[in-house]
Every structure is written in C-alpha cells, then in structure tokens.
C-alpha cells in the first residue's frame, strides 16, 4: 500500500473504527461480456486489495443479467485474470443470477407495499413522460393499478404470457425527482432469451438498479465500490434497500474514477469489434489492452498491480499516459530478466584473421544488476551483425562499425572492417573484417578505442526464431476505433537469429534482447521448430513523448558514452544542444533529448524562442504536439509556424487559456493554419477567471452535493478535488483552475 491511505480505504477504516460493519465485504462485479481489460484489473486491485488489507473477503460475481451478451467463456476470462493478478476468490464464483428466485421475490413484496407498479406504455412513451433536466416528469393511466392488478400482471410476465416490451416493472418513486434516474427507473422487463446459466426458466430479467443493490446486500456486502457513472444510480441503491426495510448490516455505494489510458480504446463492446472484424487475431492478442492480452505479450502480473498502485484512486476522471504502463513493466524486467543477444535483420561478417572456435564466459547481467549467472558464448570466424550496425558512408555521430572505425562485438573482440563485399544491385552482402586479438572484453590491452559495442550471434551456433514486434495499436492519442489503427502494429520477422543460450529454457521466459528491447516466448504458438518471441516492450520510450506521468520514473539519462549501445551516441553538435536545453534552459533530460535529437524539432524551437521567451513551455507543446504533426509530413508542409506556436503558448503563460485548452486550439492550428487568438476568441475558449463568474457554479455544485460537503468538513479534505473537478467539467475545462481551487477552498472552510 501507498504511503497515504486513498479515500475508500479512509472510509472502510472509519467503518471499522465507529463498527458500523464487524468484517469488510466487497465484490467485483463484471458482465460477462468480453474479456477483462486493464480497467478491470484497477477495479480487481481496489475491491480484493481492500478485502486483503482489511481481513475481509472479496465475492467475484458475475453480474449476468443480460441474457443476449454473456457466455461462460468470459467467466473463464475473468476467473483467469483475478487468479493471474494474485487475488484468490476462494473459488467461488457467484452469479446474479443465482439470485433470480430471492429478486423476484422483492419485487413481489414492492408490489405489494404499492412501490412499484406494471406499466404498459410504450418505450417512447416511457422517454416522453419522464421529462427532462429542466422540467418534471408525469405518470401515465397504468402507474394508478391496483396491487391485485399489479400482481397478476407481474406473475404473467414471469410465466412468459407476453411479448418482449409489452409491459415493464417500474419502482413507484418520483417522477418530478431532480435526480431523472429516479422518476420511477425500470425494475424488469420482459425478454424471451436464453440464458447461459438460468437456461429458458426465465422471461423476466431485472434491470441493473435492483439487482446490483440487492445482490450486494444477498451476498452481505459492505461497501459496494464502483465507478463515477453510477453516481446518480446511488439513489436509487438507498431507496431499494431502504424501502424493503433491509437495515442492517446493509452495503453502501462508493465511487471512483475510471481509468482511461491514452493510444486505447477500453470499453468491451469497441473490443468486441476489432476481435469480431478480425483487426486483432483474438481477445489475447498482444496488443489489446485485455489482461489474457498483455499476458501473452509477456506482461507481468507485478508490473500491473505497480501500475494500478501508481495511478492511485482519485475522484475525478483522467487520462493516464500509456507510456507509464510501459514504464511499469520495462522498469519490472529491467534488473529480473538475462540479457542477451538476437540480430533481426542479420548481415554476414567473416573474421579473417580468426581459426578455430571458442565459447565466451559472458554474463547475464551488468555489473549495476545485483544478479548473478552467465551463459556460454560460442564465437567463431563467421558472425552476424545487424545490418544498420554498420554504414559505408555514416553521417558525423555515427558511432558503430564503419570502413573507418573499429567497434566492439559485446562480450568478445574489436573487429575492423576490411573489405565490403556487394552483389550486383549494389547491396552489401557481406563485410570481410579482421579482429584484434588483445581486445577481449576484460582482459582488453590493445589501446584500440570504440565508440560502441554491437550485438552479434556466431552463424553457426544461432537459431532462427520468428519476432513479432508489437506497436501501440492506434497512433492517435484518443483513438475511436479501427479508422485510428496503427498500420505498424504488428511487424512480424520471420528470421530472426538468436544466439542458442535463448532456447534453452522455456515455457514462461522473458529476455533482454541487448539493444532490441524485451522479449517472451509467445505461450500459445512457440514450438521447438519454430521458437515465438514477442516483444513485451522497447527499451526506451520510442514515442518520444514527454511522460509527464511518470514522476516517480527515473528519467532516461541522455547517455554520453555508449558502451552498452542501448541508445544512439549523440553527435557533437546534439550533445551541446543538449547541454543548453538542460542547463541554461532548464528542461528536464527527456525532453531536452527528443528535441537535442531532432533537427527538424530543435530547429523549430529555437524559432519559437526567438519569438517569446518561454524555454519550458515551447519545450512542451514542441515535443508534443508539434512533434507529432511532424511525424506525418515535412516542416515544410505544417500550416503553422513558429511564431504561432509562440503565440500559443503565450496565452497560456498569460493565464489567457489553460494547457489543456491550449492542445484544443493547437488541433485547429494544424488543420487551419490559423492564428491560435483568433481560434481562441471565435470559440469561446478564453479561461474564465473572474470569481463573480465561477462563485455561482460553485454555489451550484455544493448545492447539489451535500455528503460530500459533510464528509470535507468532516476532515475529507482529499474532496477538494471532487469540487474543482465539477467546477472544471461543468466550464467545459474553461475555468481557471487556479482561481477555482483558491474558491472552493474559501467557500468550504
Ligand atoms: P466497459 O465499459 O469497458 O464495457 P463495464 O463497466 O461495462 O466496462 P463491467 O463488466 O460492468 O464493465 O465492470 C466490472 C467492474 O469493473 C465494475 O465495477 C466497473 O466499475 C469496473 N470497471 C470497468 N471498467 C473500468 C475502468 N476503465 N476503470 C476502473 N474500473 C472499471
Ligand atoms: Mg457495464
């Protein structure tokens, strides 16, 4: 657990503390749907994490209630995934609809209390009469029913005497309630499916509102945990469970935020459609955000519950970066996996000047790993490189083997290009080299300096493997569905050429490939004649992004000296860019790398500096945002320029707009090509400041939200952000962030 409790767990303690509850119940309660995805596992985190914390028990229900999208596959799925995570269900799956029986029941004793009647008016109808935010709902004939009528009608629903949508079960509420979900919600409605667990028993299947509460309170649940669009659902929680007078010992709702994470999409039915439309090759591919997804890439279970842990549990909807799951797991397998080598695109050196054949003593690990074991390393007179190892004619800052310069093959000798050998396009085929017998790694006398060490395999010992290197699945940033897939997200290569410590051990193994990034043996389709390996994840940030989510992440040092050759070397030139960016400008190193790194992006920069003075906030929208444009056309071809993008960010600066506003009006820029003030004043978009504007808001949302001004006052002071957040939404994101926090503090106090 985090060093500072979460809200939910303050609530559960002070439970314990005042003993409203003796034992902690909670549940995670899916559809079975579709698979899990990384959202689930947050919820798994938070309702068995809680259960462990507290010695109490966590129930996996299925909440199957629709009978036309479950299937026992999904249970699998689910059971699979809270097993994987390390939580223990104690192997019991429960079922809302082993609950159909006792439902009905309490419904039956609704009716007869004149809580809820059978209504017949038609689905239109239904969505006419409630009414809308700004005025009251109206009752139609059927709500006046007699409870003998009501009965009857309810029991011949059950008996399957009438058509799907002929008549509904409503609760008796209000229908002028401010709150539309409670204008008498539907309890059941007829549907003449086959369930898979309930089979053809039933006609009738109640709706969410009154089976999730019930359920929570049949199973004794104390705190029911879900997301933030149950809110207004809450209502209707209390009033099931109050009005059939069940008291004691009885569940109350809690919410959380939902998780979203950036270059995803998450919700099982967008899922649903890319395994159906055959864009993915099942729920476990590799590249869906499902858990059975990231298992078979080669995910660990730790590097999930680091993440779900990172991320915290917050009151208010965000937007994690993905590149901080990544981090999670790069930063898992960093000091646990051996490293090793594989050459993916493979081209021929032979050593003239070796015989024979020796096996090298190398080391799993470097030196600042604290884990031992090595493998033999065959070396002979033929070897593979990988082919962009070496360059004819390297630009300035090229670092590795060249006509010219000498390079260290990782763990064994120095060798020195002596000849290339082409066919008859012109390509390189082969390099004829020559090694230097005094340089062996450890015991190097030779004097020879390197600028880096390459990857190699020894032609005859190396095995060939296929590598399937996985990419983000959708390039953009907010992704709808397939129209935003990443064409490059699967690139799969067939002959890969791995040196034999690789093979040995299997199943369940995970590998730095040196310099490639890390690696598992696919669980499903590796076989001893064709070994499989997936690619977990690069070694570094490839999206260049700046991972602002990151904060307990240790930033990719920009490396000087590249021994290891895990990152390019930078040219001179890169390296004072570098050196300026994070000292005189005070960039952090990530960011003073992408752009240091990039003529085309540095070049930028420096424009926009000329023009305003503001090195960290350029910084930011350049290696973002103008950075992305950038990868899908030319400088040439942007419809904005520097000065605009100093413009842009100066309104920020000037607290004229806000930074996520700023990315608003950045998108129309690019499309555009207009200036940002203009974009700013035709749309509307100026932050709002002025307190006169956002005291009413304010009054408003503390209006509407009495428990948790109670519960701040309380001493909750973490709700804070609940108010900003309401305030933030309620603008649109237009209010002044600042301000509004500095407000809702005053008016709270
Ligand atoms: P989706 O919208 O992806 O289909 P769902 O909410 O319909 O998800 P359920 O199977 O009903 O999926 O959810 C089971 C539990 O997991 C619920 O308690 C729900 O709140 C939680 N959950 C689902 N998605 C997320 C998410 N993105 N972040 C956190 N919890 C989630
Ligand atoms: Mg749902």
Redesign the pocket.
């Known amino acids: 657990m985090s060093e500072s409790k979460d809200f939910l767990r303050k609530i559960v303690e002070e439970d314990l503390k005042s003993g409203k509850y003796k034992e902690i119940t909670t549940r ?7 698979f ?9 985190v ?2 068995f994490g809680i259960a462990r914390d507290y010695h109490g028990h966590c129930n996996l229900r299925m ?1 199957d209630t629709n009978p036309t999208k479950e299937d026992t596959k999904y249970v699998e799925a ?1 059971k699979d995934a809270v097993e994987w995570l390390g939580f223990d269900f104690d192997n019991n799956v429960y079922f809302t609809s082993d609950y159909f029986p006792k439902l009905y029941d309490y419904a039956i004793e609704l009716i007869k209390m004149g809580k809820a009647y059978v209504d017949s008016l038609t689905e239109e109808e239904i969505r006419e009469y409630r009414g809308t935010v700004t005025q009251a709902g109206k009752r139609g004939k059927y709500a006046e029913r007699s409870v003998e009528e009501n009965l009857d009608l309810f029991q011949r629903m059950k008996k399957g005497e009438f058509k799907d949508g002929e008549h509904v079960l409503r609760a008796k509420i209000d229908m002028s309630a401010a709150n539309m979900k409670m204008r008498d919600p539907l309890l059941y409605r007829i549907r003449h499916a086959h369930h898979f667990r309930a089979g053809d028993e039933w006609s009738i299947y109640p709706m969410y509102d009154f089976a999730h509460c019930l359920s929570d309170y049949i199973e004794g649940v104390s705190h029911s ?3 933030l ?2 809110e207004n659902n809450r209502d209707i929680y209390d009033w099931v469970l109050d009005t059939l007078g069940l008291k004691t010992a009885r569940p109350y709702q809690h919410e ?5 994470i950036n270059h995803t999409v ?6 649903l459609e890319l395994v159906q439309g055959g864009q993915v090759s099942g729920w476990d591919d590799p590249r869906l955000p499902t858990i059975a997804g990231y298992k078979r890439k080669g995910y660990t279970a730790e590097s999930i519950l680091n993440f779900c842990d990172q991320i915290g549990i917050a009151k208010a909807n965000s937007m994690v970066d993905v590149a901080q799951l990544e981090f999670s797991i790069r930063d898992d397998l960093n000091t646990k996996v051996p490293r090793v080598m594989c050459v993916l695109d493979p081209l021929k050196v032979t050593i003239e000047n070796y015989e024979g054949h020796e096996e090298i003593d190398a080391s799993y690990y470097p030196d600042d790993v604290p884990k031992e074991g090595s493998r033999k390393l065959p070396f002979s007179r033929e070897i593979y490189i990988e082919r962009d190892d070496f360059m004819e004619n390297p630009p300035k800052g090229y670092f590795r083997l060249t006509p010219e310069q000498p390079v260290r093959l990782k763990h064994a000798y120095i060798i020195s290009c002596k000849e290339i050998i082409k066919d008859a396009s012109g390509n390189i085929t082969e390099i004829k080299a020559k090694y230097h017998p005094d340089s062996k790694s450890g015991s190097d006398t030779s004097g020879i300096k390197v600028k880096s060490a390459i990857h190699w395999v020894s032609a005859n010992e190396a095995k060939t493997v296929e590598v399937r290197l996985y990419d983000r699945l959708f390039s953009t940033e907010a992704p709808e569905g397939v129209e935003d897939i990443n064409p490059d997200s699967l690139r799969i290569i067939k002959n890969a050429l791995v040196e034999p410590a690789v093979i040995t051990e299997r199943p369940d193994v995970r590998f730095q490939f040196e310099r490639q990034g890390y690696f598992y043996a696919d669980p499903i389709d590796y076989t001893d004649e064709k070994p499989v390996f997936n690619k977990i994840v690069g070694l570094k940030d490839s999206w260049g992004k700046k991972t602002k989510t990151t904060k307990s992440a240790p930033r990719a040092q920009a490396k000087k000296v590249q021994i290891d050759g895990e990152v390019a070397a930078m040219s001179d030139h890169e390296q004072t860019l570098f050196d300026k960016y994070t000292g005189e400008f005070g960039l952090n190193s990530e960011v003073a790398d992408t752009l240091a790194r990039d003529e085309h992006l540095s070049k930028f920069y420096e424009e926009s500096l000329s023009v305003l003075n503001s090195p960290v906030g350029l910084a930011n929208i350049v290696t973002n945002e103008v950075a992305r444009e950038l990868k899908q056309m030319q400088a040439s071809e942007l419809k904005f320029d520097a000065k605009q993008i100093a413009g842009l960010v100066k309104m920020i600066d000037d607290t004229t707009i806000s930074s996520k506003i700023a990315k608003q009006v950045f998108e129309e820029m690019a499309k555009t090509g207009e200036d940002p003030s203009q974009i700013v004043e035709a749309k509307g978009l100026v932050q709002i400041s002025d307190p006169a504007k956002i005291l009413p808001i304010i009054d408003e949302i503390i209006a509407k939200n009495p428990d948790n001004v109670a519960k701040f006052k309380a001493g909750n002071t973490k709700l804070l952000g609940f108010f900003v957040g309401q305030v933030l939404k309620s603008t649109g994101g237009k209010a002044n962030p600042k301000v509004v926090n500095g407000l809702v503090h005053e008016k709270l106090k």
């Open positions: 995670f309660p899916p559809e079975p749907n579709g899990p995805h990384i959202g689930h596992a947050k919820s798994i938070i309702n909440d689910l945990i879900c997301t669009e149950f959380f935020a939902r998780l979203g998450m919700s099982k039915r967008k899922l």
